[in-house]
């Protein structure tokens, strides 16, 4: 079984800028989760995403948003980069939107805005 | 108050030796205590679950105090391979189940 795929693993970026993350979750996974990690602190929610829906969302403003495809792979979007988006970005997922099933995350996308 | 709060560390430890990290949790609706392990610039990794009843993989061991909100692990024997950061992590239904991380605690186990 395939695990958790993201792209590109690593991308710089200017301030003001969109940047779009891509995630394939794991064979068998309908729900896709996204977290930001900056450097030094733990992984912070963003939002969920099952069966093409946003399932949940974390503190993040509006121009953090998302996409979930029928083959469960989802996208993250982020509008007017700002130099405090720097950060990995990980996908997870998962199945049936709750944690009792283990989540599987990929290697993250690591963002660099200047 | 942060919702997962841990042991700020770093921890630097001898190999063999027994070490133990702690967690606190505010919301008293948590449903889930998990233990993660991430590696430097790496993804992370469930570690274990953590149960009332507490839970012992190998070398690690895992307890909660739901009456406290409180999470520990504990390493025996320690290994270089063992050298991480260890995130505490809990979920509550009202979340839809996604994960709420600590900060994380590093640890090195040196030779």
């Known amino acids: 079984e395939t695990g958790v795929t993201q792209s590109p693993t690593h991308l710089i970026k200017t301030r003001g800028q969109q940047v779009t993350l891509r995630c394939s979750s794991q064979s068998g996974h309908n729900t896709v989760s996204w977290y930001q990690q900056a450097l030094g602190q733990g992984p912070q929610f963003i939002f969920q995403y099952y069966r093409e829906e946003e399932n949940g969302r974390g503190n993040f403003p509006p121009r953090f948003s998302g996409l979930q495809f029928p083959n469960y792979s989802s996208e993250l979007n982020v509008n007017a980069l700002e130099l405090d988006d720097s950060a990995l970005y990980l996908c997870?997922?998962?199945?049936?939107?709750?944690?009792?099933?283990?989540?599987?995350f990929g290697s993250g996308t690591r963002l660099t805005v200047v | 108050r942060k919702e997962v709060e841990q042991d700020p560390g770093p921890f630097n430890v001898p190999e063999g030796a027994t070490v133990a990290f702690n967690c606190t949790y505010s919301?008293?609706?948590?449903?889930?205590f998990f233990w993660y392990r991430q590696d430097c610039r790496k993804e992370p990794k469930l570690l274990m679950s953590?149960?009332?009843s507490g839970n012992e993989d190998g070398r690690f061991t895992a307890q909660l105090n739901r009456a406290s909100q409180y999470i520990s692990l504990l390493i025996r024997d320690s290994k270089l391979s063992d050298s991480a950061t260890y995130l505490c992590v809990v979920t509550y239904g009202g979340s839809q189940g996604n994960l709420i991380f600590g900060k994380g605690t590093k640890l090195s186990v040196k030779p």
């Open positions: 953590v149960y009332s």
């Open positions: 997870a997922s998962s199945l049936g939107g709750t944690a009792y099933y283990g989540y599987t």
């Open positions: 919301n008293s609706a948590s449903q889930s």
